[in-house]
C-alpha cells in the first residue's frame, strides 16, 4: 500500500474532512482515527487535548502515513504547534474560518459556533484578533451537540432544540455570516439550514482544508501516482456502526481498535 494520509478526530465529525480529501485526492489511500471514546475533546484540558492529540499522531506514524491532518478544530487550536515542533512529517490542520467569514460579512458581524476547547484556545484568538479588526465575532460553545453527533443522532429534536437555542441570540444580534467551527457540525447542516434565514452564509473549512493538502503534498513531493484502487481504512474505538453510516463508503474498511 503507498503511504497513506493519516486523518484523526476525537470522534466521527472528520470525516466530513475525509469527504473532501477524497474528492480532491482520489488516489491516495487514507487512515482514519475517530478517538470516540474520548470525545467530546471540546470539554478537555489544553494538556488533555496534547496528550490525546500526540497518541492518536504517534499511532498514525507507527501505521506509515506521510502527512497527517489534524481534522478537529479543538486539537489543531491546542496542539499542532506542539506537533508540528516534533515530529517529522507535515501537519495539516482546520481552524474557524473566520478570514473568510471577515471578508464577506456586510453587517460586520460574524457567528462562530465552536466548541469550549477551540473558543478558549489562544490560536482561535490570535486569528480572530489578526483578521477580524473591527468585526463583532459573536462566539457560541457548541455544548452537546458533538455527544448528539457521536451517537448517531444527527436529526433529533434534541439537535434542533440545542441549535435554536445557539443560533437565534446571534441572528439577534444580526450576523450574516456563520462559521462552523467543528468538524462535527457540518452534519447538521439540514438542521441549521432550517434554522438560519437564506440571507446568512454559512462557512466551514473542509475544502480549504483538502486543498491545503494537495499543495503541501505537491510541495513535498509525496502525492501518490499510484494505479491502484485507493484504499480507505478507518479505526474506531467506539461504534463502527455509527462511523460506517456516516462515511458511507461500500469499499471502505471499518474496525474497532483499541486506542
Ligand atoms: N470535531 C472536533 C472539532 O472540530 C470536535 C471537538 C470535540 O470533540 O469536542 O473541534
Same mark, same amino acid.
Given at each position: 500500500?503507498?503511504?497513506?494520509? *493519516?486523518?484523526?478526530?476525537?470522534?466521527?465529525?472528520?470525516?466530513?474532512?475525509?469527504?473532501?480529501?477524497?474528492?480532491?485526492?482520489?488516489? !491516495?489511500?487514507?487512515?482514519?482515527?475517530?478517538?470516540?471514546?474520548?470525545?467530546?475533546?471540546?470539554?478537555?484540558?489544553?494538556?488533555?487535548?496534547?496528550?490525546? $492529540?500526540?497518541?492518536?499522531? !504517534?499511532?498514525?506514524?507507527?501505521?506509515?502515513?506521510?502527512?497527517?491532518?489534524?481534522?478537529?478544530?479543538?486539537?489543531? %487550536?491546542?496542539?499542532?504547534?506542539?506537533?508540528?515542533?516534533?515530529?517529522?512529517?507535515?501537519?495539516?490542520?482546520?481552524? =474557524?474560518?473566520?478570514? =473568510?467569514?471577515?471578508?464577506?460579512?456586510?453587517?460586520?458581524?460574524?457567528?462562530?459556533?465552536?466548541?469550549?476547547? %477551540?473558543?478558549?484556545? $489562544?490560536?482561535?484568538?490570535? %486569528?480572530?484578533?489578526?483578521?477580524?479588526?473591527?468585526?463583532?465575532?459573536?462566539?457560541?460553545? *457548541?455544548?452537546?451537540?458533538?455527544?448528539?453527533? !457521536?451517537? *448517531?443522532?444527527?436529526?433529533?429534536?434534541?439537535?434542533?432544540?440545542?441549535?435554536?437555542?445557539?443560533?437565534?441570540?446571534?441572528?439577534?444580534?444580526?450576523?450574516?455570516?456563520?462559521?462552523?467551527?467543528?468538524?462535527?457540525?457540518?452534519?447538521?447542516? =439540514?438542521?441549521?439550514?432550517?434554522?438560519?434565514?437564506?440571507?446568512?452564509?454559512?462557512?466551514?473549512?473542509?475544502?480549504?482544508?483538502?486543498?491545503?493538502?494537495?499543495?503541501?503534498?505537491?510541495?513535498?513531493?509525496?502525492? $501518490?501516482?499510484?494505479?491502484?484502487?485507493?484504499?480507505?481504512?478507518?479505526?474506531?474505538?467506539?461504534?463502527?456502526?455509527?462511523?460506517?453510516?456516516?462515511?458511507?463508503?461500500?469499499?471502505?474498511?471499518?474496525?474497532?481498535?483499541?486506542?
Amino acid at each position: 500500500m503507498a503511504k497513506p494520509i *493519516g486523518i484523526f478526530d476525537s470522534g466521527v465529525g472528520g470525516t466530513s474532512i475525509w469527504k473532501e480529501v477524497v474528492k480532491m485526492l482520489p488516489k !491516495e489511500n487514507t487512515i482514519y482515527l475517530a478517538d470516540s471514546i474520548n470525545a467530546p475533546y471540546g470539554e478537555k484540558t489544553k494538556e488533555e487535548i496534547l496528550r490525546l $492529540s500526540i497518541k492518536n499522531t !504517534e499511532l498514525l506514524l507507527n501505521k506509515g502515513c506521510k502527512i497527517i491532518i489534524v481534522a478537529c478544530n479543538t486539537a489543531t %487550536t491546542n496542539a499542532i504547534n506542539y506537533l508540528r515542533n516534533h515530529y517529522n512529517v507535515p501537519f495539516i490542520g482546520i481552524e =474557524p474560518a473566520i478570514k =473568510p467569514a471577515a471578508l464577506q460579512t456586510k453587517t460586520n458581524k460574524i457567528g462562530v459556533l465552536a466548541t469550549k476547547g %477551540t473558543l478558549s484556545s $489562544s490560536l482561535f484568538h490570535n %486569528t480572530s484578533k489578526l483578521f477580524a479588526e473591527g468585526i463583532t465575532v459573536v462566539e457560541q460553545e *457548541g455544548t452537546g451537540l458533538v455527544e448528539l453527533i !457521536e451517537s *448517531g443522532q444527527l436529526y433529533s429534536e434534541e439537535v434542533k432544540r440545542l441549535l435554536t437555542s445557539f443560533l437565534e441570540p446571534m441572528l439577534e444580534l444580526n450576523i450574516d455570516c456563520l462559521v462552523l467551527g467543528c468538524t462535527h457540525y457540518p452534519y447538521l447542516m =439540514p438542521v441549521i439550514k432550517e434554522i438560519l434565514p437564506n440571507d446568512v452564509t454559512i462557512i466551514d473549512s473542509g475544502e480549504a482544508v483538502a486543498c491545503q493538502t494537495k499543495t503541501v503534498l505537491g510541495r513535498n513531493k509525496l502525492l $501518490s501516482n499510484s494505479i491502484d484502487r485507493a484504499e480507505h481504512v478507518f479505526y474506531t474505538n467506539a461504534s463502527v456502526k455509527v462511523l460506517k453510516d456516516l462515511i458511507d463508503w461500500p469499499t471502505a474498511q471499518v474496525s474497532k481498535l483499541d486506542f
